[in-house]
């Protein structure tokens, strides 16, 4: 058989990925058949790379028909877009009362006296209190029995009036026994300044940052993958610093929105005490009175723990887990080779890792509740520190020397007895006293307020990886 005959040259995979240049017509063929017997052929085929899969894009996840981006249907775009926005939405609503009541514990202010704050409410209706001793008494019978009698018990009403002249708000919720996020949210659903409505203080906020962060940072990402690294190292294991630099260039793009909604959610929920109306209106007062675009983003006590808390969080998520998994293992444990192993490992480093980072947020959280310039003071729906913090090392010494870690159900209490005794009445005061403990004198605990939430969120990711096999475990749970 003539070899010039065969068809080997034009043959074409149509499932190949490789596109080879489209054959000539049938009239053609015949004269391109003539000029290969006369002139010699190249070795190498004309062709050319065609991506075999569109690039990934999260606003068709909902409806894979839109992949194809030759012809895409607008209304159809609409209406994804329409059902991605209210998931987001609703996704966001169903966490926002756990992190209204953790916010709101972090920035509550719990000095070690506050038991004597109460003591008053402690006292009985029916009982007088007294305000002199048996030496008083004494020096009675020398009294002028002409002067106008004094007497020496002051009713409740008084004597609540003399200890509280500047007594809590109507606004404030009180200080009560620290049980977690859970009883936040059941005392601010409860009282009644507040409400149950009130859970959801910040919510548009909340959710445009969560969205806006959700896009930048992978933006972010790619952008500094494609001016640092070369296209031969894009296979291998990237450097840790392009993610958390990402990370952070995203938090602080975003700080403030984020100053926004801390504010949004500790002012008061009764319309004549709030400081801003909306989202809008606060960041036209902050900008306003704040010093501006330099003061919201550049002021010391916003950028410094913006930088803290955007930087350091990412970093500890994404070192610890592999660091643990080094040392902890006797083999090279991997999400691949072990993924059991090393769902455990990153569940020991969020663990460990909040304990590292919550702190920060903390004090991020004081700082920012903090106005400047000539801002007025916001009216928390929680007591605030009445003087300001100077600064992040400033607001962790004084958490810790100020404040106090727990608030105990059998609050202190002191009444007022009348007994017999040989030489007449005699006053005795039968004091209730709670046992100076660690967490009594000192304020190590503030600082960790939320912790057990985040770690219940911690445990669900890793069991919705074990259910799942670890594909998308976490999808939906990193804000908690």
């Not at 209706?125 to 305000?131: A, F, G, L």
């Not at 048996?134 to 018990?153: I, Q, R």
């Not at 993958?225 to 938090?251: A, C, E, M, W």
């Amino acid at each position: 058989m003539n070899s010039s005959s065969s068809l080997r040259d034009l043959y074409s995979d149509p499932s190949s990925a490789w596109s080879f240049t489209p054959p000539a017509p049938a009239g053609a063929a015949v004269a391109v058949a003539a000029t290969n017997s006369t002139q010699p052929t190249s070795g190498t085929p004309s062709f050319q790379w065609k991506s075999p899969r569109a690039p990934h894009n999260s606003i068709f996840d909902l409806s894979p028909d839109l992949a194809d981006v030759s012809d895409i249907d607008i209304v159809h775009v609409v209406k994804t877009v329409l059902a991605s926005a209210m998931l987001q939405y609703t996704s966001t609503a169903i966490a926002m009362p756990w992190e209204v009541g953790k916010l709101l514990l972090q920035v509550q202010w719990v000095p070690r006296d506050v038991q004597d704050s109460e003591r008053i409410q402690e006292v009985p209706e029916d009982e007088e209190v007294c305000t002199s001793d048996t030496d008083s008494e004494d020096e009675s019978y020398f009294a002028d029995p002409g002067a106008a009698p004094t007497s020496t018990h002051v009713r409740r009403e008084e004597y609540q009036h003399a200890l509280h002249e500047d007594s809590r708000k109507e606004f404030i919720m009180p200080v009560e026994p620290q049980d977690g996020v859970w009883g936040m949210i059941k005392r601010i659903g409860r009282f009644r300044g507040e409400g149950w409505l009130a859970l959801w203080k910040g919510l548009l906020t909340s959710c445009v940052s969560e969205v806006l962060s959700s896009t930048l940072q992978p933006i972010i990402h790619n952008i500094l993958q494609s001016i640092f690294l070369s296209p031969t190292t894009l296979y291998d294991q990237p450097p840790i610093i392009l993610p958390v630099t990402s990370h952070l260039i995203t938090g602080l793009i975003l700080s403030p929105l984020d100053l926004i909604r801390t504010r949004m959610i500790v002012q008061s929920f009764i319309p004549r005490y709030r400081t801003y109306s909306g989202p809008l209106d606060a960041l036209n007062q902050i900008l306003r009175d704040e010093g501006g675009l330099k003061g919201i983003y550049l002021h010391p006590n916003l950028l410094i723990p913006a930088i803290i808390d955007s930087a350091f969080r990412p970093l500890v998520a994404l070192a610890l887990p592999g660091l643990i998994a080094s040392y902890v293992g006797r083999a090279h444990i991997t999400e691949i080779n072990n993924p059991i192993a090393w769902g455990i490992a990153e569940l020991a480093g969020s663990c460990v890792g909040l304990l590292l980072t919550l702190p920060f947020e903390t004090v991020r959280r004081r700082l920012q509740v903090q106005t400047r310039g000539h801002a007025n003071p916001i009216r928390g729906c929680v007591e605030l520190r009445p003087t300001p913090y100077y600064g992040v090392v400033d607001a962790l010494w004084r958490i810790i020397t100020e404040e106090r870690s727990d608030v105990p159900a059998n609050r202190y209490t002191s009444t007022k007895k009348r007994r017999p005794s040989r030489s007449g009445l005699k006053d005795e005061t039968v004091q209730a006293k709670e046992d100076d403990g660690w967490f009594r004198n000192t304020g190590i605990g503030q600082l960790y307020r939320g912790l057990g939430m985040r770690l219940g969120a911690s445990v669900i990711v890793f069991i919705l990886a074990l259910v799942s096999g670890g594909e998308d475990s976490d999808s939906g749970w990193a804000e908690l």
